[in-house]
């Protein structure tokens, strides 16, 4: 069965510092990867996703996130973080030629000053 | 800014009332999407729309009744709600899956629901 599994529920990070969000999935298949934002009260908001190719993906507000198959591991993480950036993550997997995503429980990131 | 847009974006109803949710979008993707989603949980899906038709229903109570009338709507009627049904009910669409794979969801903001 599939499944996404999002090991932090809180992480605390000093504006500046890097961050890395980890997400790790079960999928039996090609997986089809995403990172969404939520501020309170928003809906999700893309950060970035995976398909194919390059291991390595860019996303918005200078996110990026590593495939890697051999862990079942999709990690998001940046260099800096901004206050702005204190909200939930979600990491989802997307099912092969159907219409089906599934949801981490999430990690909320709070921002201290 | 969004281009799923979901109207009302709070609702107050009472248990014996009727209401609905409305979704819209003009991106041209042919499956929609419900979510519901509880404070500090994920989007739990609640039905998907594929091409217009009912391609899945999440084993959700019957006093939630998804309507698609056409390839931009998405309406989700209300009644006999119950308390535990509070939540933000949450729109989505993307293009439909296919070989080459599936596309990404894109959101609305979502319907903050009160049920009294």
């Known amino acids: 069965a599939q499944s996404v599994t999002q090991p932090d529920i809180h992480i605390t990070v000093s504006e500046g510092a890097s961050l890395e969000l980890r997400c790790n999935y079960s999928?039996?298949?090609?997986?089809?990867l995403f990172w969404y934002v939520q501020s309170p009260g928003q809906g999700l908001q893309l950060l970035l996703k995976?398909?194919?190719?390059?291991?390595l993906v860019q996303g918005i507000k200078g996110f990026e996130a590593e495939f890697k198959r051999s862990q079942s591991s999709f990690n998001l993480r940046k260099p800096s973080v901004h206050w702005s950036d204190a909200a939930e993550y979600f990491c989802?997997?997307?099912?092969?030629?159907?219409?089906?995503?599934?949801f981490g429980s999430g990690t909320k990131l709070n921002v201290k000053p | 800014d969004t281009e799923v847009t979901q109207t009302p974006k709070h609702l107050v109803m009472g248990m014996t009332n009727k209401k609905s949710l409305k979704c819209e979008q003009h991106?041209?993707?042919?499956?929609m999407y419900w979510y519901k989603q509880k404070a500090k949980k994920p989007p739990e899906l609640m039905f998907v729309?594929?091409?217009?038709?009912?391609?899945i229903n999440e084993s959700v109570p019957s006093r939630f009744s998804p309507e698609c009338p056409n390839s931009s709507l998405l309406n989700l009627h209300l009644h006999a709600l119950q308390p535990e049904d509070s939540a933000l009910y949450l729109c989505?669409?993307?293009?439909?899956?296919?070989?080459?794979?599936?596309?990404?969801?894109?959101f609305g903001e979502g319907s903050r629901l009160t049920v009294l």
């Open positions: 989505a669409s993307s293009q439909v899956g296919t070989a080459e794979g599936t596309g990404e969801l894109f």
């Open positions: 999928y039996g298949a090609t997986p089809y």
């Open positions: 995976y398909f194919s190719g390059d291991t």
């Open positions: 989802a997997v997307g099912q092969y030629n159907f219409n089906k995503f599934y």
């Open positions: 991106m041209g993707h042919r499956a």
């Open positions: 729309y594929s091409y217009e038709k009912l391609s």
